[in-house]
């Protein structure tokens, strides 16, 4: 089935170390988002990629980092500069917007992983 | 940027009974009215949607009417059921002028339907 596989599921960092959660999709789409999401929050945006060895800042960068070296899979690095890393991440894929109109497609998500500083 | 709210946080209804979420949006450029469904330790999935040049799209039980004047646009759901308890996502998108677009999302409403 297509979808979008998002690993670990769970993941426990201790301060100070770097994590990587991996994200990948086998819908063929061009545009692939990572989001952070808070108890009580909305989905905020932190990384996006509308292009293989393409990507831009989202709304809270800082502390994360990211590539896209190959189509199908975006991962997220969350560094030790990321002062309050615990949350959940969802990686997200969508077709890329067509020029003019600014399509917006679905997003597809992935069911997410939990990350937990001890 | 977009800001947008969403009401209530929490919700809970009897089996049976209508929902309503509703959330205004800032930009009057935003054009594109999504909702998600988030079931619990799953991610968002899309239920509907809507755009400028329609004021109401239905979809079964699902309804989402848009009031572009005062720039607020809501999600009503009939005869509820008890998987219809989740987390629902309203979201707001500007014309996007042949760039990447960005989804501006609300806080989220908790609906708990009770059988």
């Known amino acids: 089935d297509g979808g979008i596989t998002q690993s670990p599921k769970y993941l426990f960092r201790k301060e100070g170390q770097n994590v990587t959660l991996s994200c990948e999709q086998n819908l063929n789409h061009d545009a692939m988002y990572w989001y952070r999401q808070d108890p009580g929050q909305g989905l905020r945006l932190i990384y996006y990629?509308?292009?293989?060895?393409?990507?831009q800042k989202g709304d809270i960068a800082e502390g994360y980092s990211v590539s896209r070296e190959k189509k199908e899979s975006f991962p997220l690095t969350v560094t030790s500069a990321q002062k309050n890393p615990t949350a959940f991440y969802l990686c997200?894929?969508?077709?890329?917007?067509?020029?003019?109109?600014?399509?917006?497609?679905?997003?597809?998500f992935g069911e997410g992983s939990r990350l937990t500083v001890l | 940027g977009e800001n947008v709210e969403q009401h209530p946080s929490t919700l809970s209804v009897q089996e049976g009974d209508s929902a309503v979420i509703k959330c205004t949006y800032s930009?009057?450029?935003?054009?594109?009215f999504p909702w998600y469904k988030q079931e619990l330790g799953k991610g968002p999935q899309l239920i509907i949607d809507i755009r400028s040049n329609v004021g109401e799209k239905k979809d079964q039980r699902i309804a989402v009417t848009l009031n572009k004047t005062a720039k607020h646009f809501s999600l009503h759901i009939t005869e509820t059921q008890p998987e219809d308890s989740a987390v629902y996502f309203c979201a707001a998108s500007p014309r996007g002028g042949g760039s990447n677009y960005k989804l501006t999302f609300g806080k989220g409403t908790l609906l708990t339907v009770n059988p």
């Open positions: 930009d009057s450029a935003s054009n594109y």
């Open positions: 997200a894929s969508s077709i890329a917007p067509s020029g003019g109109l600014g399509y917006t497609g679905e997003l597809f």
């Open positions: 990629s509308q292009i293989v060895n393409d990507f």
